[in-house]
């Protein structure tokens, strides 16, 4: 099922890049757009996960420079009965994660630093789950591909517009066809996007409790994280829009309603799903035992003066 619905998205892709280039250049441009998306498609197959990490200016880490990070993903790979995965760590305060890599002998799983202050270790836990949960459901080769597809039809459209080219006598549909171009093309390589990463997230969600054990801990991480991602910016993937789907929340908005403009399906419904498998009410509550007010607040005598959090050992 992974190799087919890994094909399909080539299909569409490649398709869709096609259509930009007849609208652009008739038959030449979809013969010339057919060879630049075999290119796209190999080099997106072979080296999108470094460009990926690369874009993120993420950098690797192993038991000697992060130790207790580097030692949680060994636990978790064993548990989900994977090959280790290069681990990484991006400098950026946004608490966020993704996963990336061809295949699961080819994974690579990457944290921020905003990510590892935040969280404490339960949640960190069920995070990097749900991101080897993506490894070992083969997601990340949809993924990257996705992610570098997209970027390249956005940049056709944007060829198109500041080149003129709608104005080309080889053009079919003459002026018509550029603004076809500007505009369909962008919102087109969007859709298959989103209808990706919507379905993929809810998988993650479920094949990560289960690698964790602790649904809970996951619900919770993800609360912190939207909240983080509405409030703190990420310049590098607002750089690189057509990346935002890898992220376990939509690194550009943290937006969570579920509606066709969506990069991620609506948090407060992977909440609800997470505490259903945990077996807590689907309503959320700050008073139960992994409400907010449990994680964050440490315990003190009564009377003792408030000391400051500690960033715990990922920060």
Same mark, same amino acid.
């Given at each position: 099922?992974?190799?087919?619905?890994?094909?399909?998205?080539?299909?569409?892709?490649?398709?869709?890049?096609?259509?930009?280039?007849?609208?652009?250049?008739?038959?030449?441009?979809?013969?010339?757009?057919?060879?630049?998306?075999?290119?796209?498609?190999?080099?997106?197959?072979?080296?999108?996960?470094?460009?990926?990490?690369?874009?993120?200016?993420?950098?690797?880490?192993?038991?000697?420079?992060?130790?207790?990070?580097?030692?949680?993903?060994?636990?978790?790979?064993?548990?989900?009965?994977?090959?280790?995965?290069?681990?990484?760590?991006?400098?950026? =305060?946004?608490?966020?994660?993704?996963?990336?890599?061809?295949?699961?002998?080819?994974?690579?799983?990457?944290?921020?630093?905003?990510?590892?202050?935040?969280?404490?270790?339960?949640?960190?836990?069920?995070?990097?789950?749900?991101?080897?949960? &993506?490894?070992?459901?083969?997601?990340?080769?949809?993924?990257?591909?996705?992610?570098?597809?997209?970027?390249? #039809?956005?940049?056709?459209?944007?060829?198109?517009?500041?080149?003129?080219?709608?104005?080309?006598?080889?053009?079919?549909?003459?002026?018509?066809?550029? #603004?076809?171009?500007?505009?369909?093309?962008?919102?087109?390589?969007?859709?298959?996007?989103?209808?990706?990463?919507?379905?993929?997230?809810?998988?993650?969600?479920?094949?990560?409790?289960?690698?964790?054990?602790? =649904?809970?801990?996951?619900?919770?991480?993800?609360?912190?994280?939207?909240?983080?991602?509405? &409030?703190?910016?990420?310049?590098?993937?607002?750089?690189?829009?057509?990346?935002? &789907?890898?992220?376990?929340?939509?690194?550009?908005?943290?937006?969570?309603?579920?509606?066709?403009?969506?990069?991620?399906?609506?948090?407060?419904?992977?909440?609800?799903?997470?505490?259903?498998?945990?077996?807590?009410?689907?309503? =959320?509550?700050?008073?139960?035992?992994?409400?907010?007010?449990? #994680?964050?607040?440490?315990?003190?005598?009564?009377?003792?003066?408030?000391? =400051?959090?500690?960033?715990?050992?990922?920060?």
């Amino acid at each position: 099922m992974s190799t087919m619905r890994a094909g399909l998205l080539l299909a569409a892709m490649t398709g869709l890049f096609m259509a930009v280039g007849y609208l652009i250049g008739a038959q030449q441009g979809m013969f010339i757009a057919f060879v630049l998306a075999l290119g796209m498609n190999a080099f997106a197959y072979w080296n999108s996960d470094k460009m990926v990490l690369s874009m993120y200016g993420a950098k690797p880490v192993d038991r000697n420079s992060a130790p207790q990070f580097y030692a949680l993903i060994e636990r978790l790979a064993a548990r989900a009965q994977l090959p280790m995965p290069r681990v990484y760590i991006m400098d950026n =305060p946004q608490p966020n994660a993704f996963a990336t890599g061809r295949d699961p002998e080819h994974a690579a799983v990457a944290a921020t630093t905003g990510l590892l202050a935040m969280l404490d270790e339960r949640e960190l836990a069920g995070v990097m789950a749900h991101e080897l949960a &993506h490894v070992r459901n083969r997601d990340t080769l949809i993924m990257t591909i996705t992610a570098t597809l997209a970027g390249a #039809i956005g940049m056709l459209a944007n060829f198109a517009m500041f080149m003129g080219r709608g104005n080309n006598r080889n053009n079919p549909l003459g002026p018509l066809g550029g #603004i076809l171009v500007m505009i369909l093309a962008p919102i087109a390589a969007m859709l298959v996007q989103m209808a990706i990463s919507r379905t993929r997230e809810y998988g993650a969600d479920e094949g990560g409790a289960a690698i964790s054990g602790d =649904p809970a801990a996951l619900a919770s991480a993800l609360a912190k994280i939207e909240h983080g991602a509405r &409030h703190v910016p990420n310049n590098a993937a607002e750089a690189n829009p057509a990346t935002a &789907h890898m992220f376990i929340i939509n690194p550009l908005s943290g937006r969570g309603a579920d509606n066709l403009f969506a990069t991620h399906p609506s948090t407060a419904n992977r909440i609800a799903r997470l505490r259903t498998m945990g077996g807590a009410p689907a309503e =959320p509550s700050d008073s139960g035992p992994w409400g907010p007010a449990a #994680i964050v607040q440490p315990s003190r005598p009564s009377g003792a003066p408030r000391r =400051p959090r500690p960033r715990g050992p990922w920060g």
